[in-house]
Structure formats: structure tokens, C-alpha cells
């Protein structure tokens, strides 16, 4: 069997009306959505939409967002949210990690320790009733 090549998940291929098929929404919709800012569909020289893989995959977590209660503003903010993670992750394995841990400037700054918390009710005697405590202030004189 041979196989059909791929194009780039980047690269713009589909149409809006093919985008918007494959991904259960209308053409209105993923014109709103681009509009909000929420995507940015490649344009050919004459300024026809072209969606990629990447672009759908970004419609369908719109509308997982969108079914989970969230509106345009939130779901804008989210998706935000996720590409900042997503490159901090890259970021974070792209860095070279020493193995030297003998250097203080490879060893985390350690918090100082937390002093013991006072006990929260005065200690008694085994075998012994417990005794509330009677303050001055709480005592109250009734006739």
C-alpha cells in the first residue's frame, strides 16, 4: 500500500468550508473565531483562508472550551496560557543541564526551617479528665 505524503501540520491546505466540515462548526463560526483573534488561517495572494492541521486542532479545543462553559474571552486567555506553557516546556529541554552540583550557583537556595508551631492545647497528664480553661474575661455573673 502506498502511502498518501502529509503536508506540514502548519501549512494552510484546507478551505473554510472543508475546515469548517471537518471540524463539525459552521463558516460563520470560524470566521468569528478569526475575527476575536482566536486564529489566524493562513491567506493565499488573493485572501482565501487556508487552514492547517495546526488551525483545526486549534477549532476543535475552541469548541471542547466552549462546551466546558467558557466564552470567547476565557477561551482566548486559555489558549494563550497554553502556548506560553508550551514554550516554556521547549525552552526548559532545550537547556543544558549540568551535573555538577558542587558549585552553589547550581544548588537551590534553601528556605530556612519553619520553627515549631506552638501546641494548640495545654498538655495534661495522662488518665486525667479534660479541664476547659476558664479566662477571666469569659466569666460571666448571672443572678
Given amino acids: ?33 478569526e475575527a476575536r483573534g482566536l486564529l489566524e488561517p493562513e491567506r493565499t495572494d488573493g485572501g482565501t483562508r487556508r487552514y492547517s492541521a495546526d488551525d483545526l486542532d486549534r477549532l476543535r479545543r475552541i469548541g471542547d472550551l466552549l462546551d466546558a462553559g467558557l466564552n470567547l474571552a476565557g477561551i482566548g486567555m486559555v489558549l494563550d496560557l ?8 521547549a525552552e526548559k529541554e532545550e ?20 520553627p515549631p508551631s506552638p501546641p494548640r492545647c495545654a498538655a495534661r497528664p495522662p488518665n486525667q479528665p479534660t479541664v476547659p480553661l476558664i479566662h477571666q474575661h469569659d466569666v460571666h455573673h448571672r443572678v
Fill in 82 to 89: 497554553e502556548a506560553q506553557n508550551s514554550e516554556l516546556r
Fill in 95 to 114: 537547556q543544558p543541564w549540568r551535573t555538577t552540583a558542587s558549585s552553589p550557583a547550581n544548588t537551590p537556595a534553601k528556605r530556612p526551617p519553619r
Fill in 1 to 33: 500500500m502506498v502511502g498518501v505524503p502529509q503536508p506540514e501540520r502548519q501549512r494552510g491546505v484546507y478551505g473554510i468550508s472543508v475546515a469548517a466540515e471537518l471540524v463539525g462548526m459552521g463558516v460563520q463560526k470560524l470566521r468569528s473565531y
